[in-house]
Protein backbone atom coordinates (compact mmCIF):
# COMPACT_ATOMS: atom_id res chain seq x y z
CA UNK A 1 0.00 0.00 0.00
CA UNK A 2 1.28 3.62 -1.11
CA UNK A 3 0.16 5.27 1.90
CA UNK A 4 1.70 3.05 4.28
CA UNK A 5 5.27 3.09 2.40
CA UNK A 6 5.16 6.79 2.88
CA UNK A 7 3.76 6.48 6.59
CA UNK A 8 7.04 3.92 6.94
CA UNK A 9 9.74 6.47 5.25
CA UNK A 10 8.69 8.70 7.45
CA UNK A 11 9.31 6.42 10.27
CA UNK A 12 12.88 5.28 9.35
CA UNK A 13 13.59 8.99 9.32
CA UNK A 14 12.66 8.97 13.09
CA UNK A 15 9.72 11.49 12.44
CA UNK A 16 5.95 10.90 13.04
CA UNK A 17 3.75 10.55 9.86
CA UNK A 18 0.85 12.85 9.43
CA UNK A 19 -2.29 11.36 11.57
CA UNK A 20 -4.10 10.09 8.83
CA UNK A 21 -1.35 8.02 7.31
CA UNK A 22 -0.12 7.03 11.06
CA UNK A 23 -3.71 5.47 11.73
CA UNK A 24 -3.95 3.68 8.61
CA UNK A 25 -0.47 2.16 9.10
CA UNK A 26 -1.44 1.16 12.50
CA UNK A 27 -4.33 -0.43 11.38
CA UNK A 28 -3.51 -2.08 8.30
CA UNK A 29 0.29 -2.92 8.93
CA UNK A 30 1.43 -6.10 7.19
CA UNK A 31 4.16 -8.46 8.23
CA UNK A 32 6.44 -7.45 5.45
CA UNK A 33 6.33 -3.26 6.51
CA UNK A 34 6.09 -4.87 10.34
CA UNK A 35 9.90 -6.46 9.54
CA UNK A 36 11.35 -3.73 8.14
CA UNK A 37 10.52 -1.44 10.74
CA UNK A 38 11.73 -4.88 13.06
CA UNK A 39 15.00 -4.61 11.15
CA UNK A 40 15.52 -0.83 11.39
CA UNK A 41 14.88 -0.55 14.96
CA UNK A 42 17.31 -3.29 15.97
CA UNK A 43 19.67 -1.88 14.01
CA UNK A 44 19.04 1.56 15.00
CA UNK A 45 19.04 0.12 18.98
CA UNK A 46 22.70 -1.62 18.70
CA UNK A 47 23.98 1.50 16.99
CA UNK A 48 23.49 3.32 21.02
CA UNK A 49 23.59 -0.01 23.28
CA UNK A 50 25.67 -2.86 20.73
CA UNK A 51 24.35 -5.89 22.08
CA UNK A 52 23.88 -5.26 25.47
CA UNK A 53 21.21 -5.31 27.71
CA UNK A 54 20.12 -3.35 30.83
CA UNK A 55 18.87 -4.84 33.81
CA UNK A 56 16.60 -3.28 36.28
CA UNK A 57 15.46 -5.34 39.67
CA UNK A 58 11.90 -4.80 40.16
CA UNK A 59 10.87 -4.18 44.11
CA UNK A 60 7.30 -4.70 44.30
CA UNK A 61 7.08 -2.67 47.57
CA UNK A 62 3.25 -2.95 48.09
CA UNK A 63 -0.15 -4.19 46.80
CA UNK A 64 -2.13 -1.62 48.47
CA UNK A 65 -3.73 0.81 46.17
CA UNK A 66 -6.42 3.52 47.01
CA UNK A 67 -7.13 3.75 43.24
CA UNK A 68 -9.85 1.91 41.46
CA UNK A 69 -8.39 1.66 37.63
CA UNK A 70 -10.58 -0.90 36.01
CA UNK A 71 -7.86 -3.00 34.61
CA UNK A 72 -5.67 -3.24 37.54
CA UNK A 73 -5.76 -6.52 40.02
CA UNK A 74 -4.68 -4.71 42.77
CA UNK A 75 -7.63 -2.03 42.70
CA UNK A 76 -9.00 -1.35 45.63
CA UNK A 77 -12.19 -2.89 44.79
CA UNK A 78 -10.41 -6.09 44.65
CA UNK A 79 -11.38 -7.98 47.75
CA UNK A 80 -9.64 -11.28 46.53
CA UNK A 81 -6.50 -9.51 46.61
CA UNK A 82 -4.29 -10.32 49.55
CA UNK A 83 -2.22 -6.99 50.13
CA UNK A 84 1.26 -7.16 51.63
CA UNK A 85 3.76 -3.81 51.76
CA UNK A 86 7.37 -4.29 52.41
CA UNK A 87 9.40 -2.40 55.67
CA UNK A 88 11.85 -0.15 54.88
CA UNK A 89 14.50 -3.12 56.27
CA UNK A 90 12.52 -6.02 53.87
CA UNK A 91 13.20 -3.21 51.37
CA UNK A 92 16.99 -2.98 51.98
CA UNK A 93 17.33 -6.42 52.28
CA UNK A 94 16.20 -7.01 48.45
CA UNK A 95 18.56 -4.24 47.46
CA UNK A 96 21.25 -6.48 49.52
CA UNK A 97 20.80 -9.18 47.34
CA UNK A 98 19.99 -7.62 44.10
CA UNK A 99 23.05 -5.74 44.47
CA UNK A 100 25.22 -8.80 45.21
CA UNK A 101 22.93 -10.56 41.81
CA UNK A 102 24.69 -7.68 40.05
CA UNK A 103 21.70 -4.80 40.02
CA UNK A 104 22.62 -1.49 39.76
CA UNK A 105 19.24 -0.26 38.94
CA UNK A 106 16.63 -0.58 41.84
CA UNK A 107 12.94 0.00 40.68
CA UNK A 108 10.68 0.75 43.93
CA UNK A 109 7.32 0.01 42.54
CA UNK A 110 3.54 -0.50 44.43
CA UNK A 111 0.45 0.79 44.35
CA UNK A 112 -0.17 4.34 45.08
CA UNK A 113 -0.44 3.41 49.23
CA UNK A 114 -0.48 6.40 51.70
CA UNK A 115 1.27 4.20 54.40
CA UNK A 116 4.40 5.39 52.12
CA UNK A 117 4.77 9.32 53.32
CA UNK A 118 7.39 11.58 52.16
CA UNK A 119 8.73 11.12 54.95
CA UNK A 120 9.17 7.12 55.01
CA UNK A 121 10.23 7.29 50.88
CA UNK A 122 12.54 9.83 51.50
CA UNK A 123 14.48 7.63 54.22
CA UNK A 124 14.32 4.77 52.07
CA UNK A 125 15.72 6.38 49.36
CA UNK A 126 18.62 8.14 51.31
CA UNK A 127 19.86 4.58 52.80
CA UNK A 128 19.38 3.02 49.65
CA UNK A 129 21.61 6.12 48.22
CA UNK A 130 23.92 5.66 50.99
CA UNK A 131 24.61 1.83 50.87
CA UNK A 132 24.81 1.77 47.23
CA UNK A 133 26.41 5.07 45.69
CA UNK A 134 26.95 3.54 42.47
CA UNK A 135 23.23 2.89 42.04
CA UNK A 136 20.30 4.59 40.42
CA UNK A 137 17.44 3.91 42.31
CA UNK A 138 13.99 4.23 40.13
CA UNK A 139 10.81 5.07 41.85
CA UNK A 140 6.90 3.77 40.21
CA UNK A 141 4.77 4.51 43.24
CA UNK A 142 1.87 6.59 41.16
CA UNK A 143 0.87 10.02 41.27
CA UNK A 144 2.16 12.43 44.27
CA UNK A 145 2.19 16.40 44.75
CA UNK A 146 4.73 17.72 42.88
CA UNK A 147 6.39 18.83 46.83
CA UNK A 148 6.89 15.18 47.31
CA UNK A 149 8.66 14.75 43.60
CA UNK A 150 10.71 17.27 44.58
CA UNK A 151 11.86 15.95 48.27
CA UNK A 152 12.00 11.84 46.38
CA UNK A 153 14.47 13.76 43.83
CA UNK A 154 16.27 15.28 46.60
CA UNK A 155 16.56 12.42 48.71
CA UNK A 156 18.70 10.48 46.31
CA UNK A 157 16.08 8.74 43.32
CA UNK A 158 17.21 9.40 39.85
CA UNK A 159 14.46 8.00 38.09
CA UNK A 160 10.35 7.99 38.18
CA UNK A 161 8.20 5.83 35.85
CA UNK A 162 4.75 7.04 35.35
CA UNK A 163 2.88 5.30 32.50
CA UNK A 164 0.44 8.14 31.04
CA UNK A 165 -1.63 4.95 30.20
CA UNK A 166 -3.84 6.17 27.63
CA UNK A 167 -2.89 9.67 26.12
CA UNK A 168 -6.87 10.50 25.20
CA UNK A 169 -8.69 12.04 27.78
CA UNK A 170 -11.80 10.13 26.58
CA UNK A 171 -10.03 7.17 26.33
CA UNK A 172 -8.97 7.78 29.90
CA UNK A 173 -12.06 7.71 31.27
CA UNK A 174 -13.06 4.71 30.02
CA UNK A 175 -10.14 3.18 31.81
CA UNK A 176 -10.30 4.83 35.12
CA UNK A 177 -12.79 5.60 37.73
CA UNK A 178 -14.31 9.68 37.75
CA UNK A 179 -12.09 10.80 40.43
CA UNK A 180 -9.02 9.88 38.40
CA UNK A 181 -7.89 12.68 35.95
CA UNK A 182 -6.18 12.39 33.06
CA UNK A 183 -4.43 16.49 33.48
CA UNK A 184 -2.98 15.20 36.59
CA UNK A 185 -1.40 12.42 35.16
CA UNK A 186 0.16 14.21 32.22
CA UNK A 187 0.87 17.29 34.43
CA UNK A 188 2.97 14.85 36.77
CA UNK A 189 4.83 13.60 34.41
CA UNK A 190 5.93 17.28 33.15
CA UNK A 191 6.60 18.28 36.59
CA UNK A 192 8.85 15.31 36.86
CA UNK A 193 10.81 15.94 34.03
CA UNK A 194 11.24 19.42 35.12
CA UNK A 195 12.54 18.48 38.49
CA UNK A 196 15.12 16.22 36.70
CA UNK A 197 14.09 12.88 37.03
CA UNK A 198 15.05 10.62 33.71
CA UNK A 199 10.99 10.13 33.99
CA UNK A 200 9.30 7.78 31.91
CA UNK A 201 5.70 7.34 30.50
CA UNK A 202 4.33 4.77 28.30
CA UNK A 203 1.12 2.65 28.02
CA UNK A 204 -0.75 -0.56 27.83
CA UNK A 205 -1.22 -1.85 24.04
CA UNK A 206 -4.69 -3.64 23.37
CA UNK A 207 -6.32 -1.89 26.50
CA UNK A 208 -10.02 -1.95 26.30
CA UNK A 209 -11.47 0.21 23.68
CA UNK A 210 -8.19 1.70 22.13
CA UNK A 211 -8.03 2.52 18.51
CA UNK A 212 -5.50 2.99 16.44
CA UNK A 213 -6.28 6.77 16.77
CA UNK A 214 -5.57 6.49 20.54
CA UNK A 215 -2.42 4.88 19.88
CA UNK A 216 -1.28 7.80 17.04
CA UNK A 217 -1.92 10.23 20.19
CA UNK A 218 0.21 7.99 22.74
CA UNK A 219 2.97 8.41 19.85
CA UNK A 220 2.53 11.99 19.13
CA UNK A 221 2.50 12.67 23.06
CA UNK A 222 5.58 10.99 23.46
CA UNK A 223 7.69 12.47 20.80
CA UNK A 224 6.04 15.65 22.43
CA UNK A 225 7.41 14.77 26.20
CA UNK A 226 10.32 13.37 25.08
CA UNK A 227 10.49 10.69 28.07
CA UNK A 228 14.02 9.22 29.08
CA UNK A 229 11.61 5.73 29.52
CA UNK A 230 8.98 4.33 27.82
CA UNK A 231 7.26 1.35 29.12
CA UNK A 232 4.69 -0.46 26.96
CA UNK A 233 3.14 -3.90 27.42
CA UNK A 234 0.26 -5.87 26.30
CA UNK A 235 -2.71 -5.49 28.42
CA UNK A 236 -4.19 -8.87 29.83
CA UNK A 237 -7.14 -9.20 31.69
CA UNK A 238 -7.45 -9.54 35.15
CA UNK A 239 -10.52 -11.84 36.49
CA UNK A 240 -11.10 -10.04 39.47
CA UNK A 241 -11.62 -6.68 37.90
CA UNK A 242 -14.01 -4.77 35.89
CA UNK A 243 -12.41 -5.76 32.68
CA UNK A 244 -12.03 -9.63 33.49
CA UNK A 245 -13.69 -10.56 30.26
CA UNK A 246 -12.02 -8.33 27.88
CA UNK A 247 -9.62 -9.71 25.57
CA UNK A 248 -5.77 -9.12 25.76
CA UNK A 249 -3.48 -7.13 23.86
CA UNK A 250 -1.30 -8.84 20.90
CA UNK A 251 1.88 -9.47 20.84
CA UNK A 252 2.11 -8.62 16.89
CA UNK A 253 1.03 -4.98 17.81
CA UNK A 254 3.10 -4.63 21.01
CA UNK A 255 6.35 -5.65 18.75
CA UNK A 256 5.30 -3.09 16.04
CA UNK A 257 4.84 -0.15 18.39
CA UNK A 258 8.14 -1.23 20.09
CA UNK A 259 10.43 -1.00 16.53
CA UNK A 260 8.09 2.20 16.00
CA UNK A 261 8.95 3.97 19.27
CA UNK A 262 13.09 2.81 19.19
CA UNK A 263 12.92 4.38 15.72
CA UNK A 264 11.27 7.96 17.02
CA UNK A 265 12.93 8.15 20.28
CA UNK A 266 16.28 6.15 19.27
CA UNK A 267 18.04 6.64 22.44
CA UNK A 268 15.42 6.01 24.72
CA UNK A 269 15.09 3.27 27.38
CA UNK A 270 12.78 0.71 26.38
CA UNK A 271 12.13 -2.23 28.34
CA UNK A 272 10.67 -5.72 27.10
CA UNK A 273 8.24 -6.00 29.65
CA UNK A 274 7.13 -9.50 32.00
CA UNK A 275 4.11 -8.59 29.92
CA UNK A 276 5.12 -9.17 26.99
CA UNK A 277 6.85 -12.46 28.31
CA UNK A 278 3.59 -13.46 29.73
CA UNK A 279 1.43 -13.29 26.58
CA UNK A 280 4.40 -15.06 24.96
CA UNK A 281 6.54 -17.31 25.75
CA UNK A 282 9.31 -15.66 23.64
CA UNK A 283 7.83 -12.06 24.25
CA UNK A 284 10.87 -10.40 25.63
CA UNK A 285 13.52 -12.02 22.98
CA UNK A 286 11.09 -10.80 20.80
CA UNK A 287 10.78 -7.27 22.18
CA UNK A 288 14.52 -7.17 22.34
CA UNK A 289 14.48 -8.32 18.81
CA UNK A 290 12.09 -5.33 17.63
CA UNK A 291 14.63 -2.69 19.50
CA UNK A 292 14.12 -2.78 23.37
CA UNK A 293 17.11 -2.66 25.40
CA UNK A 294 15.98 -3.14 29.16
CA UNK A 295 14.85 -6.22 30.94
CA UNK A 296 13.25 -5.71 34.50
CA UNK A 297 13.42 -9.04 36.66
CA UNK A 298 11.86 -9.17 39.69
CA UNK A 299 13.72 -9.07 42.96
CA UNK A 300 10.71 -8.77 45.46
CA UNK A 301 10.38 -11.58 48.12
CA UNK A 302 9.28 -14.29 46.94
CA UNK A 303 6.47 -15.24 49.68
CA UNK A 304 4.69 -12.01 48.16
CA UNK A 305 5.69 -12.16 44.32
CA UNK A 306 1.94 -13.87 43.80
CA UNK A 307 0.17 -10.65 45.49
CA UNK A 308 1.52 -8.00 43.46
CA UNK A 309 -0.95 -9.52 40.54
CA UNK A 310 -1.56 -7.06 38.37
CA UNK A 311 -2.71 -9.39 35.33
CA UNK A 312 -3.82 -12.92 35.39
CA UNK A 313 -0.46 -15.57 34.61
CA UNK A 314 2.19 -13.30 35.41
CA UNK A 315 5.16 -15.00 35.01
CA UNK A 316 8.08 -15.67 37.13
CA UNK A 317 6.25 -15.44 40.09
CA UNK A 318 7.69 -18.71 41.53
CA UNK A 319 11.27 -17.81 40.97
CA UNK A 320 13.84 -16.12 42.88
CA UNK A 321 16.50 -13.13 41.86
CA UNK A 322 18.97 -15.24 41.33
CA UNK A 323 16.88 -17.80 39.16
CA UNK A 324 15.16 -15.05 36.90
CA UNK A 325 18.51 -13.32 35.91
CA UNK A 326 20.21 -16.74 35.24
CA UNK A 327 16.77 -17.75 32.95
CA UNK A 328 16.98 -14.01 31.65
CA UNK A 329 20.66 -14.11 30.69
CA UNK A 330 20.65 -17.41 29.18
CA UNK A 331 17.13 -15.80 27.16
CA UNK A 332 19.58 -13.01 26.00
CA UNK A 333 22.50 -14.71 25.37
CA UNK A 334 20.55 -17.60 23.19
CA UNK A 335 19.26 -14.13 20.59
CA UNK A 336 23.21 -13.00 20.77
CA UNK A 337 22.75 -10.49 23.29
CA UNK A 338 23.91 -9.87 26.90
CA UNK A 339 22.69 -8.55 30.44
CA UNK A 340 25.26 -5.84 31.64
CA UNK A 341 25.74 -4.81 35.38
CA UNK A 342 25.37 -0.76 34.51
CA UNK A 343 23.57 1.97 35.96
CA UNK A 344 22.22 2.16 32.37
CA UNK A 345 21.46 5.50 32.54
CA UNK A 346 20.20 7.67 29.93
CA UNK A 347 22.33 9.01 27.32
CA UNK A 348 20.95 12.48 25.67
N1 LIG B 1 0.81 2.62 40.91
C1 LIG B 1 1.90 2.88 39.99
C2 LIG B 1 2.44 1.60 39.37
C3 LIG B 1 1.42 0.92 38.54
S1 LIG B 1 1.76 -0.74 38.08
C4 LIG B 1 1.41 3.86 38.94
O1 LIG B 1 0.27 4.29 39.02
O2 LIG B 1 2.19 4.24 38.07
C5 LIG B 1 2.68 -0.48 36.59
C6 LIG B 1 1.91 -0.59 35.29
O3 LIG B 1 1.30 -1.86 35.12
C7 LIG B 1 0.75 0.36 35.11
O4 LIG B 1 1.21 1.64 34.79
C8 LIG B 1 -0.06 -0.29 33.99
O5 LIG B 1 0.26 0.26 32.72
C9 LIG B 1 0.38 -1.75 34.06
N2 LIG B 1 -0.79 -2.62 34.28
C10 LIG B 1 -1.72 -2.53 35.24
N3 LIG B 1 -2.69 -3.45 35.04
C11 LIG B 1 -2.37 -4.11 33.91
C12 LIG B 1 -3.00 -5.16 33.17
N4 LIG B 1 -4.16 -5.68 33.55
N5 LIG B 1 -2.37 -5.60 32.06
C13 LIG B 1 -1.19 -5.08 31.67
N6 LIG B 1 -0.57 -4.09 32.32
C14 LIG B 1 -1.16 -3.61 33.43
Known sequence: MEQNTFAIQSIL???????????????????????????AAQKKAQETFGNRVYIRGLIEISNYCKNDCYYCGIRRSNKNAVRYRLSKEQILSCCKS?????????VLQGGEDGYYTDELMCSVVREIRENYPDCAITLSLG??????YKKLYEAGADRYLLRHETADPEHYKKLHPPEMSYEN??????ELKEIGFQTGAG???????????????????????????CGIGPFIPHRDTPFGDKAAGTLRTTL?????????????????????????PKGRELGILHGANV???????????????????KICTGDEAA?????LSLRMRSIGYQIVTDRGDYQA
Open 13 to 39: RGELPEDELLICLLDTFTDSEAAILRD
Open 98 to 106: GYALGFRTF
Open 323 to 327: ECIRC
Open 185 to 190: RIKSLY
Open 143 to 148: ERSRES
Open 256 to 280: FLLSVIRLLLPKVLLPATTALGTID
Open 203 to 229: FMVGSPGQTAAHLARDLRFLCELQPQM
Open 295 to 313: VMPNLSPSEHRADYSLYDN
